[in-house]
């Protein structure tokens, strides 16, 4: 299987539609790939506060448009990243599309864990309550973003419902570039999955973006991983070391549920 990770820059000297624009073409070059991943909210920037609502779409907006043309036009499975919609009925969501090789969409998840504590993000978009997967021919995808990457219990739910490839679509700042490697890889190792995960680079909001996408196998051996600039990751891997991993080491069997809290004295 094919995977090719676009790890764009997101600038304020670009204009979002010029952006679109730009990505769907980085798209279209991929062609010869089974999946394509994009980061999060890569039309306004993560840490772009004031942007969301100006840019806020619904969910089969402009970018929905172009991604699903993108996909069907370079014959790709797209994870595309994430947009802020506008629900109609009710807040913002950071929610990520997934198409099929023929443009149609096969998922959409919105963030479960927002990110900012008391301000930005967890303020001005509503929280994700449904853990997505998507199969494809070759594995299934269990989808997050970004934040999500510090929960494991979400990883575990999303590997329950069947996921062997676990996306994160990120926009991770510089200043956590260690903990965004180091989580990858735990992600991957504990949960014996491949991990890939794809962030931005540039600055916006005058946050420097980490770079540094990355795909990680089974075992936690790091497959590739991008520098800090714009760049195209493209990873050929097995999916069947999934099962391979799991049956040759088979710590997941050893899970113990339902522990009970320690007893007061
Ligand atoms: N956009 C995000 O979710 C940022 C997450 C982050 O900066 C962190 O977990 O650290």
Redesign the pocket.
């Given at each position: 299987m094919r995977a090719s990770v676009i790890q764009i820059a997101v600038n304020e000297d670009e204009s979002v539609e010029a952006r679109r624009r730009r990505v769907a073409a980085m798209v279209r070059e991929q062609a010869g790939s089974d999946l394509v991943v994009l980061p999060?909210?890569w039309t306004t920037g993560?840490?772009a506060y004031e942007a969301f609502g100006r840019e806020a779409e619904p969910l089969e907006g402009p970018t929905y448009e172009a991604m699903a043309k993108a996909a069907s036009d370079a014959g790709v499975w797209l994870h595309a990243g994430s947009v802020p919609e506008r629900d109609p009925d009710g807040p913002l969501y950071n929610t990520s599309l997934v198409f099929s090789p023929s443009g149609d969409l096969a998922a959409a998840y919105r963030k479960i864990?927002r990110?900012g504590f008391d301000k930005g993000?967890a303020v001005l978009m509503g929280a994700g309550t449904e853990l997505v997967t998507v199969r494809l021919p070759e594995t299934t995808l269990g989808l997050s973003?970004?934040?999500d990457?510090?929960f494991p219990e979400l990883f575990r739910g999303l590997v329950d419902a069947g996921a062997e490839t676990l996306v994160v679509s990120?926009?991770?700042?510089e200043r956590?570039r260690s903990?965004w490697t180091l989580l990858a890889q735990a992600r991957a190792v504990e949960n014996q999955a491949f991990v890939v995960a794809c962030g931005t680079a540039g600055t916006h909001a005058g946050v420097p973006q980490a770079g540094h996408s990355i795909v990680v196998d089974p075992w936690g051996e790091v497959l590739a991983r991008a520098g800090a600039d714009e760049e195209v990751l493209t990873v050929e891997f097995d999916p069947g070391k999934v099962a391979t991993t799991r049956e040759q080491f088979p710590a997941l069997k050893d899970r113990m549920l339902g522990l009970q809290p320690p007893r007061r004295p």
């Open positions: 999060e909210l993560a840490f864990h990110f993000e973003t970004c934040y990457l510090r990120a926009g991770w700042p956590r903990h």
